[in-house]
Antibody
Framework: EVQLVESGGGLVQPGGSLKLSCAAS????????MHWVRQASGKGLEWVGR??????????AYAASVKGRFTISRDDSKNTAYLQMNSLKTEDTAVYYC?????????????WGQGTMVTVSS | DIQMTQSPSSLSASVGDRVTITCRAS??????LAWYQQKPGKVPKLLIY???TLQSGVPSRFSGSGSGTDFTLTISSLQPEDVATYYC?????????FGPGTKVDIK
C-alpha cells in the first residue's frame, strides 16, 4: 500500500524553527518527486515547494511566500522527505501535507499524507 | 507566475442537478490541469487529471473539459456525498498553484 506519513508538527514561537518529516512506503521513493502543500484553518490549499528525484538533480522550487525561509530535502536511503521551516511567522500556521508525484513528466497530486499541524504562536 | 481563478466561489444545488465549476489560468497551461475534492476534515482527493481524465475509482458523474486557459468540472447529477470544496490546480511547472476553491452544498 502506498503511504505517506508526516510528523514533526507542533507549537512554535514566531521566529522559531521546525522540521517536518514525511516517511514514504509502498512505492519507489527515489524515483518520485515530493511536494509539500499547506492549508490554514478554513482556507484553501497552498503549494509550498517540491524536490525532484536524484535523476533530476534533486531540483527544488518554492512558493514566493516561503522562499528563503523553508528548505526541502530528502534522504532516499530512509525513504523520507523533509521540510525545514525557519523564521516562522504566525501566517505559517496550517496543516502541512506531503505529496508524491511521478517523474520526469508533470504529474498530478494523487497520493497525499494525512497532514501534520503546525501552529506558530507566542 | 500563472494565477488560477475559479467561479463561482460557492454554490447550492439540489440533488440530481447538473453542476458546473469553471477554472481559468492567467496563461496557457495546455491540459496540465487537475481537479481535487476536499470534504470537511478530510485530505484532498484527486478527481481528474490532464483536464479530462477521470482518476481511477471516481464516479462517472464527474467530468472535466478544457485546454489552454479555460477549464470546467461538471457533476452531471449532484449527490449528497458530493458536498465538498473543489479545487483546480496547474501542474505543468512550478509554482503548482491551486485555485481558491468552490464550495458545493445541497439546497
Amino acid at each position: 500500500e502506498v503511504q505517506l506519513v508526516e510528523s514533526g508538527g507542533g507549537l512554535v514561537q514566531p521566529g522559531g524553527s521546525l522540521k517536518l518529516s514525511c516517511a514514504a512506503s509502498g512505492f519507489t521513493f527515489s524515483g518520485s518527486a515530493m511536494h509539500w502543500v499547506r492549508q490554514a484553518s478554513g482556507k484553501g490549499l497552498e503549494w509550498v515547494g517540491r524536490i525532484r528525484s536524484k535523476a533530476n538533480s534533486y531540483a527544488t522550487a518554492y512558493a514566493a511566500s516561503v522562499k528563503g525561509r523553508f528548505t526541502i530535502s530528502r534522504d532516499d536511503s530512509k525513504n523520507t522527505a523533509y521540510l525545514q521551516m525557519n523564521s516562522l511567522k504566525t501566517e505559517d500556521t496550517a496543516v502541512y501535507y506531503c505529496i508524491k508525484t511521478g517523474e520526469p513528466l508533470p504529474d498530478a497530486f494523487d497520493i497525499w499524507g494525512q497532514g501534520t499541524m503546525v501552529t506558530v504562536s507566542s | 507566475d500563472i494565477q488560477m481563478t475559479q467561479s463561482p466561489s460557492s454554490l447550492s444545488a439540489s440533488v440530481g442537478d447538473r453542476v458546473t465549476i469553471t477554472c481559468r489560468a492567467s496563461q496557457g497551461i495546455s491540459n496540465y490541469l487537475a481537479w481535487y475534492q476536499q470534504k470537511p476534515g478530510k485530505v484532498p482527493k484527486l478527481l481528474i487529471y490532464a483536464a479530462s481524465t477521470l482518476q481511477s475509482g471516481v464516479p462517472s458523474r464527474f467530468s472535466g473539459s478544457g485546454s489552454g486557459t479555460d477549464f470546467t468540472l461538471t457533476i452531471s447529477s449532484l449527490q449528497p456525498e458530493d458536498v465538498a470544496t473543489y479545487y483546480c490546480q496547474k501542474y505543468n511547472s512550478a509554482p503548482f498553484t491551486f485555485g481558491p476553491g468552490t464550495k458545493v452544498d445541497i439546497k
